[in-house]
């Protein structure tokens, strides 16, 4: 266990220091470091424990594929779980925790499972725990759930905020490394609007850690000077820190930017993270190629990872993996790695080519074993030494870190993501993208061009073809000359046979060889089967690194070609995203918008206590003096209603406003009951029906003019209805001459009922609304006193003599006020729609809790309503169906509880006195219940099977779930003034 | 199609701003058609896998109501057409 | 071979090299008594009931991927009996009664997990609803507690209760309600399936539905033509694709319904919580990922594959429950395509061509059904008449009149 910070090199700025710790340590890094290269530097190779069996675990990768080095960023209330130290960038006081450990990262009692891997094989937890049955909630579940998950997280509220935005350009360019550069340049040049997204807090990609020269110097240098163009031009947006994390429909790309996850300190103005929808005309992959892993015995002891991330964390971090690493390769990748790491001086054990017939050759000095494997390591949590198999003969080599070399897997995950397959290429023995069309072109290494030479040209000949396709003419870019570069061949290695300890394909799940064994010897050989019974490529990692080993070993396996095997479905997300980051602003209290009505200032200058409807927010109740419960309020509401007046805000109701020759027509095949001949200046009660029959909503049709009505609907089915009458207007009779729109919000509404009523209003109204000159349903313009112009109504959904009173809504507080003024010598109270609805439960009116969508006319007892000599209406042939008019159909009753101190609310259900309580046996149920201050008892409206046949009957409101029942007499569902007189006074 | 529908009366809006009802194919019978043409129409649908035609609702723009035409395997979009213009077609 | 921890033990001393196929690999017979289209839940735990209830031993299951790859493999696991109406609460509570038992029956730990399920409500509309289905199960014997805002607090201290759009006032519960293994459950089902006789050929897509006189005779499949005295149909969202060849034109339409996982976290999340403002469920799986989801996208769809402004608005609604996910990282996303029916309930029946069944209807609620479906769709083949518990579920309700709407909705099927 040595690594170590070089002496000198890398792209880290040496001159500022950053302080940070791990598990309580402090330590410190530079900035450029990435936590990751950060603990490499301070000689911590064990980072984390695995899922399973808890094994020590190091930094396998240097970037977003890493399956190991998962820890905990951040502390108290900003605390990320499961973050990559690969790509996380360092700060100066960032705090990271391990996972998956108890007590300590490096004594782990979980490790224990190690012991018993034999008998936790893929899939062991489906053959047992059966026994006996009771133990696997309270004993086996909590141990396996303890024991699994990674990081912890307390879901203590998130301090941090996120936005999103929209972004739209000709060309988005996923990944800045060399075909991503030459194809931006040639975009920008020829003057698309190019956005650049790259995940890496630095721009450059390969190019940071690449050492072949371009032009002579370093590549970061060119990379460097594409950069300075492409920010100075206009036309292009540079995103980095920016993950393309999904591809969606009408090429649509998914982006998470992180703004503030590199710093100890939170800016509250902005978001910490903000996620972008990118619409783009075309798009170009060119996310690089991720090198494999090699699976054998041993594979996962922290100091073993890929060949790529020891030669990033050396050129780009200036960090050694070790002072003698083993280089174990497949390709000509490994002696690439080997001349780079033997350029900064670093050790090298061996070179370890699994191929026997290898060309190439070890730089000077350099121990080359060709056609040699690796089937074990030694050491503890960190490496020490391995062993190696050279045709036979083991040799125990003492290193501190392996570089591993598998050959390499273009990253197509996007091009992946919207039902394409991807390709198998026998010559590049890797999956290629499938053709996805214009929108989405993979170029560079996730075309599978390795070479640099080659990701250059792809990338610039691709970005032409765009900019082509577009009608442009294509800009040049000039290619640097490309030093000299090593052949990237390799010959695919599955899994290294003779592997003397377990050879791991997925680290963090800790599926190994044997797995994959059991797994195609159990019939579950198919890819997807594999996947889910072994849980490989399930983790963190969505097998980014694994998978493809996965597959060449079960084709080995069966006998097929890769190809036969297949990929699992590579869906979204290609990395993790925040809850937060997708969720943006519309959270909390802001998760929907609201809606205040135009009286809401009245209503809380009189005490409103407000309640949610909807989007609404309504006055619920008015409390006053010494009034301590709801009751009492909305009791005293009731009785001054009944007894003398009061002021009720209605605005929330849906208001339409309807015009046209046909509007008449329009309406009459609209609503169930016949409306044609509804004379102007009336208001008439309608019923709309769903095309199944049963009800819509319910609502006031007026009559304004022969052609000019105004219909109002329920709060909650304003939208609804709209979009419904549009729907008929334009799909269903497009021929009908009719107009209407939405007047919901130009309107304050109130509602004044009560015996008192009419002289209240008169002292407002200059016309005479006297019960002559304004009867029961009466419905047009009136002039307020102040010249104000109205709409009245003479309708009640109290029961009692009462009007509608509609001015414009910036008027309604002043007329509203006027209106209190005028009733306070009378009694007039303010009340809400707690007392509105014991007013219409009383009166028998129904409501959404009575028509809840399964609920015909007739089972409201408004069946006499229907139109049946109508020629159409919405609704009216399915009303004929069997079961909408069967004998036994609940419909609507009151109950009166038999005891005044009985409770009876709604939700109870119904059951014949003496009966079983059974669902054959359930009677019905209670939609609505309150005590009623006007008969002094418990009432209710309630759905009783045959109900109206059986009036009298004494029946058992069962309520069960709260503990209540009561006995109840089923009754009329009209409580209060039956026979209508009220209305009519 | 899942993310972008091109109003014919306002452009290419999100998804989001529109509202989906349903089939377009199915036509309105007229109210002396036989029981069996109104259950089909209210309840049954071919439910093709591919082509298929559906109403949807510019609620946050014009409010029209559009017939989409466009695959329901690809999400590829062949055509937007105001609803009424189709049904005089 | 037997599964427990005994076999484990034994297996472990021999490497585990000594385990058996979960299932054999047939080629098609040339008849059979009953051929099932469909190898997902559904399908597998009909021929494991025909074969172990009803003692019909030579039957298929026909498969066009791998056993288990539809809705059955790509759900969030939820399993409860909480619905409101008579013709569901029955059905839905004999199959939790099986799940209550068939990890036993089929010797293969599903991990079924009686963790229990709270339904949120804000209002008081919503909370009647649910005093209205929680009075509903407890007709049907159903154990069902409604739970107030203290004790919620209590429970679920971490839910949004004072800073949301709309506060949470209370919730219903059901304890004997949880989450399953999803996969497990088909491949415990074909597992016993398989060792009643059932064959499971995979990787076999039917083609045509051959008919004699008006009679179903077998089907026309990529792997030849195999004949049947009975053919059941258990296509869920290909339900109308497979009844098409028969002629027939179902009341469904296919939408896809989009699910997600976060990266494993440890236990944070005990129970199945659903949001009442919204449509948004959650649970913690045994590995320890969040899984979730909400509404269908709305559009009719094969592509099991969804948009990213519904997943947007997926988490809008789970922050606003629980604030504190804000910082947890979705993993992956992913869809499934819903036999959306016309009311919102499923249909197990006869069809009007003679020995043509038909299982279809679930809209997303299908996995907890699978036992109670396949029982049910089971004794129906065998026996020729409906089981008690699943008799409301007719395809003919619609025509006639008796839906079953829990929600209310009506005949749009994206709205159920």
């Given at each position: 266990?040595?690594a ?12 500022h ?14 900035a450029?470091?990435?936590l990751?290269?950060a ?10 424990r695995?899922?399973?069996?808890h094994?020590?675990r190091?930094?396998?990768?240097a970037g977003?594929?890493?399956p ?8 108290g209330v900003r605390r990320d779980?499961?973050?990559?130290a ?8 960032l ?10 990262l490096?004594?782990d ?19 047992t ?11 086996y ?6 024991a699994a ?13 996120y ?11 996923v ?21 650049l997204a ?11 850690s ?15 000077r ?19 994390f999904g ?6 790309f ?9 710093g ?6 902005k978001?910490v993270?903000r ?14 190629a ?7 015995g ?7 990872m ?20 083993a ?16 350029a ?10 699994s ?19 690796i089937?074990?390591?030694r ?8 062993v190696a198999?050279?045709?036979g003969f ?24 919207r039902?394409g ?27 599978g061009q390795?070479r ?10 691709k ?7 577009l009608?442009?003419q ?11 570069e ?21 680290f ?10 059991l797994a ?6 198919h ?14 990692d969505?097998?980014k ?22 990929t ?26 609201v809606?205040?009505?135009?009286l ?47 002021l ?8 339409i406003?309807v015009?046209g ?33 049963m009800?819509?909503?319910?609502g006031?049709v ?10 109002t609907?329920?709060?909650a089915?304003?939208g ?7 729907f ?5 009779w ?31 109204v200059?016309?005479?609304?006297s ?12 002039r ?5 112009k ?9 029961g009692?003599?009462?009007y509608?009173?509609?001015?414009p809504?910036g008027?309604?507080?002043a ?10 010598p009378?009694g007039?109270?303010a009340?809400g729609?707690?007392?509105l609805n ?30 049946t ?14 079961g909408?008019?069967?004998a ?8 009166k ?18 009966a ?9 149920w209670?939609?609505?219940a309150?005590?009623?201050p ?8 309630a ?10 009957e ?6 069960r ?10 009754c ?14 | 199609?899942?993310s ?16 989906i ?8 019978p007229?109210?002396m ?7 089909d ?18 609620v ?11 695959d ?7 055509s937007?057409?105001d ?6 077609r | ?5 005994l076999?484990?033990?034994r297996q ?30 559904h ?5 494991y009931?025909?074969a172990k209830?009803?003692g019909?031993?030579?039957v298929?299951v026909?498969?066009?991927?791998y ?13 409860r009996?909480?619905?409101?109406l008579?013709?569901n ?13 068939l990890?036993?029956?089929?010797n ?8 229990g399920?709270?339904?949120l ?16 199960m407890m007709?049907?014997g ?21 800073h ?32 009643h006789g ?6 076999c897509?039917?083609?045509g539905i051959r008919?004699e006189n008006g009679v ?17 149909l258990?296509a ?10 028969a ?9 896809v ?13 005990d ?6 403002a ?8 045994d ?46 996303s992913?869809?499934?395509v ?8 499923p ?10 069944y ?6 997303y ?26 008799r ?9 009149g008796?839906?079953?709407?829990e ?10």
């Amino acid at each position: 266990m040595t690594a170590y910070r070089l002496p000198a090199g890398g792209l880290i700025d040496r001159s500022h220091t950053l302080a940070f710790s791990f598990d309580g340590k402090s330590l410190s890094g530079h900035a450029g470091d990435t936590l990751a290269s950060a603990l490499l530097a301070n000689d911590r190779l064990l980072v984390g424990r695995s899922f399973k069996y808890h094994r020590p675990r190091g930094i396998v990768t240097a970037g977003p594929s890493e399956p190991n080095a998962l820890v905990t960023v951040g502390s108290g209330v900003r605390r990320d779980p499961n973050t990559k130290a690969t790509v996380a960038e360092l700060y100066d006081g960032l705090v990271a925790t391990s996972q998956n450990r108890w007590p300590s990262l490096a004594f782990d009692i979980g490790a224990v499972n190690g012991l018993m891997a034999r008998f936790l094989s893929a899939g062991f937890y489906y053959k047992t725990f059966m026994w006996p049955a009771a133990f696997w909630e309270k004993v086996y579940e909590p141990l396996i759930r303890r024991a699994a998950g990674l990081g912890r997280t307390d879901l203590s509220p998130d301090p941090d905020s996120y936005e999103k935005s929209w972004a739209h350009c000709d060309l988005l360019v996923v990944g800045s490394g060399p075909a991503g550069l030459a194809a931006a340049l040639v975009a920008a040049r020829s003057g698309l609007r190019v956005i650049l997204a790259e995940q890496d807090f630095a721009l450059g990609g390969t190019l940071l850690s690449e050492t072949t020269r371009l032009d002579g110097e370093a590549p970061y240098i060119f990379a460097r000077r594409v950069l300075d163009e492409l920010q100075n031009s206009p036309n292009v947006t540079l995103l980095p820190r920016t993950t393309v994390f999904g591809w969606y429909d009408d090429n649509v790309f998914g982006a998470l930017e992180r703004v503030q996850k590199h710093g100890a300190a939170v800016d509250a103005v902005k978001p910490v993270e903000r996620l972008w929808r990118i619409v783009a005309k075309h798009a170009i992959l060119a996310s690089g190629a991720e090198e494999r892993p090699l699976v054998f015995g041993g594979n996962d002891r922290p100091g073993v990872m890929t060949a790529s991330a020891a030669a990033t964390y050396a050129n780009r971090f200036g960090v050694a993996a070790g002072k003698a690493v083993a280089i174990f390769t497949n390709g000509a990748s490994g002696y690439r790695t080997a001349r780079d790491l033997a350029a900064q001086g670093i050790g090298i054990a061996a070179l370890i080519d699994s191929r026997p017939d290898a060309a190439e050759a070890a730089p000077a000095g350099v121990r080359l074993i060709r056609g040699g494997s690796i089937i074990d390591t030694r050491g503890g949590a960190g490496l020490r030494g391995i062993v190696a198999d050279r045709g036979g003969f083991e040799d125990l080599i003492a290193c501190d870190a392996v570089a591993m070399s598998g050959g390499w897997s273009p990253v197509i995950h996007l091009a992946c993501q919207r039902g394409g397959r991807p390709v198998w290429s026998d010559a590049l023995q890797a999956f290629l993208a499938p053709d996805v069309g214009a929108g989405l072109v993979p170029a560079g290494a996730a075309a599978g061009q390795y070479r640099l030479s080659a990701c250059f040209e792809d990338g610039a000949r691709k970005a032409a073809d765009i900019v082509e396709a577009l009608g442009r003419q294509a800009a040049g870019f000039q290619a640097p000359v490309v030093g000299e570069e090593p052949d990237p061949s390799f010959t695919a290695l599955w899994h290294v046979p003779g592997a003397k300890s377990k050879a791991f394909v997925d680290f963090q799940n800790d599926v190994h060889l044997g797995d994959l064994g059991l797994a195609v010897r159990e019939g579950f050989g198919h890819v997807e089967h594999a996947k889910r019974y072994t849980t490989g490529g399930m983790a963190t990692d969505q097998g980014k690194l694994g998978n493809i080993n996965a597959i060449g070993i079960l084709a080995a396996m069966r006998g097929v070609s890769p190809a036969e095997v297949g990929t699992t479905t590579f869906r979204p997300f290609y990395t993790p995203v925040s809850f937060g980051a997708l969720a943006g602003t519309s959270v909390g209290g802001h998760a929907m918008p609201v809606r205040r009505s135009p009286l809401h200032g009245w209503a809380a200058r009189n005490g409103a206590t407000f309640i949610e409807a909807g989007l609404w927010y309504r006055s619920s109740w008015f409390a006053k003096g010494e009034e301590k419960t709801w009751r009492e309020s909305v009791d005293r509401e009731v009785r001054s209603v009944r007894e003398n007046a009061g002021l009720c805000d209605v605005s929330t109701l849906g208001k339409i406003e309807v015009f046209g020759p046909d509007a008449a027509e329009f309406l009459n095949r609209l609503y169930c009951n016949p409306l044609l001949k509804l004379p102007v200046g009336k208001a008439r009660y309608g019923l709309m029906l769903r095309e199944d029959g049963m009800v819509f909503d319910d609502g006031t049709v007026s009559r304004l003019g022969e052609a000019h009505f105004l219909i109002t609907t329920t709060t909650a089915m304003a939208g609804g209805v709209l979009s419904h009458m549009e729907f008929a207007a334009q799909v269903l009779w497009p021929q009908l001459r009719v107009r209407f729109l939405s007047v919901s919000d130009q309107w304050a509404q109130m509602s004044i009922a009560g015996p008192k009523a009419r002289v209240i209003l008169q002292s407002i109204v200059e016309d005479d609304i006297s019960h002559a000159a304004f009867p029961f349903l009466a419905a047009r313009e009136v002039r307020l006193k102040g010249n104000l112009k109205g709409r009245l109504f003479r309708i009640s959904f109290s029961g009692e003599l009462a009007y509608e009173l509609a001015v414009p809504a910036g008027y309604g507080e002043a007329v509203a006020d006027a209106l209190m003024r005028a009733g306070l010598p009378h009694g007039m109270c303010a009340y809400g729609v707690e007392a509105l609805n014991v007013l219409r439960i009383e009166k028998g009116h129904v409501t959404h809790a009575e028509l809840d969508g399964r609920v015909t006319p007739d089972d409201a007892g408004l069946g006499h309503m229907m139109g049946t000599g109508k020629a159409d209406f919405i609704g009216k042939r399915l009303s004929n169906r069997f079961g909408l008019t069967a004998a036994d159909r609940a419909q609507l009753v009151g109950l009166k509880a038999l005891e005044a101190d009985q409770e009876m609310r709604a939700g109870a259900h119904l059951l014949k006195d003496g009966a079983k309580p059974s669902t054959i046996n359930d009677q019905g149920w209670v939609s609505s219940a309150c005590f009623s201050p006007t008969l002094r008892m418990p009432i209710a409206l309630a759905f009783l099977k045959s109900g109206r046949e059986r009036y009298g009957e004494k029946i058992v409101v069962w309520d069960r779930l709260r503990g209540v029942e009561t006995m109840a007499e089923v009754c009329h569902p009209v409580f209060v003034d039956p026979d209508n007189s009220k209305l009519t006074a | 199609m899942a993310s972008l529908i091109s109003c014919p009366h306002c452009g290419t809006r999100p998804k989001e701003e529109f509202a989906i009802r349903g089939d377009a194919t199915p036509l309105r019978p007229s109210s002396m058609a036989s029981d069996e043409a109104w259950h089909d129409y209210v309840h049954l649908r071919t439910n093709p896998r591919g082509r298929v035609r559906e109403h949807w609702q510019h609620v946050a723009g014009c409010r029209r109501w559009l017939v989409v035409e466009r695959d329901n395997l690809s999400h590829a979009v062949f055509s937007v057409t105001d609803a009424a213009t189709e049904v005089d077609r | 071979m037997r599964y427990s921890a005994l076999s484990i033990f034994r297996q472990a001393f021999a490497g585990n090299l000594g385990w058996k196929p979960a299932w054999r690999e047939p080629d098609p017979k040339p008849h059979y008594d009953v051929i099932i289209v469909g190898g997902g839940g559904h399908g597998l735990a009909t021929a494991y009931y025909l074969a172990k209830e009803f003692g019909l031993r030579n039957v298929a299951v026909i498969e066009k991927g791998y056993l288990g790859s539809g809705n059955v493999g790509r759900n969030t696991t939820i399993v409860r009996s909480n619905y409101m109406l008579p013709g569901n609460e029955p059905f839905y509570e004999f199959s939790l009664k099986l799940w209550e038992g068939l990890e036993q029956d089929l010797n293969y730990n599903v991990m079924f997990s009686q963790r229990g399920i709270i339904n949120l409500y804000h209002n008081d509309g919503q909370r009647d609803q649910y005093i209205r289905r929680g009075n509903a199960m407890m007709m049907e014997g159903v154990a069902a507690e409604l739970l107030d805002r203290d004790t919620l607090k209590k429970m679920l201290p971490f839910l949004n209760f004072d800073h949301a759009r709309f506060p949470i006032m209370g919730g219903l519960l059901q304890r004997r309600a949880g989450t399953a293994r999803h996969d497990a459950v088909a491949w415990g089902f074909a597992r016993g399936a398989d060792r009643h006789g059932v064959d499971l050929i995979q990787n076999c897509e039917v083609t045509g539905i051959r008919r004699e006189n008006g009679v179903v005779t077998g089907v026309e499949t990529t792997k030849g033509f195999i004949g049947c005295n009975k053919l059941a149909l258990a296509a869920a969202g290909n339900s109308s694709r497979v009844a098409e060849m028969a002629g027939l034109k179902l009341p469904l339409e296919s939408h896809v319904l989009q699910a997600f996982v976060t990266e494993g976290l440890k236990p944070c999340i005990d129970h199945v919580i659903t949001y009442g403002a919204g449509h948004f469920y959650i649970s913690q799986s045994d590995k320890g990922g969040l899984v979730f989801g909400a509404e269908i996208d709305g559009y009719s769809s094969y592509a099991q594959r969804g948009n990213l402004a519904t997943a947007e608005h997926v988490m809008e609604e789970g922050v606003t429950m629980i604030p504190g996910l804000s910082r947890v990282r979705v993993l992956r996303s992913w869809g499934g395509v819903m036999d959306m029916s016309m009311d919102g309930s499923p249909i197990i029946d006869r069809t009007s061509i003679d020995n043509l069944y038909l299982n279809c209807g679930w809209c997303y609620g299908g996995f907890k059904a699978t036992p109670a479906s396949g029982f049910c769709f089971a004794h129906l083949i065998a026996k020729g008449e409906s089981h008690h518990v699943a008799r409301a579920l007719r395809l003919d309700r619609f025509e006639r009149g008796f839906p079953i709407d829990e929600a209310g909705a009506g005949t749009q099927p994206n709205l159920h």
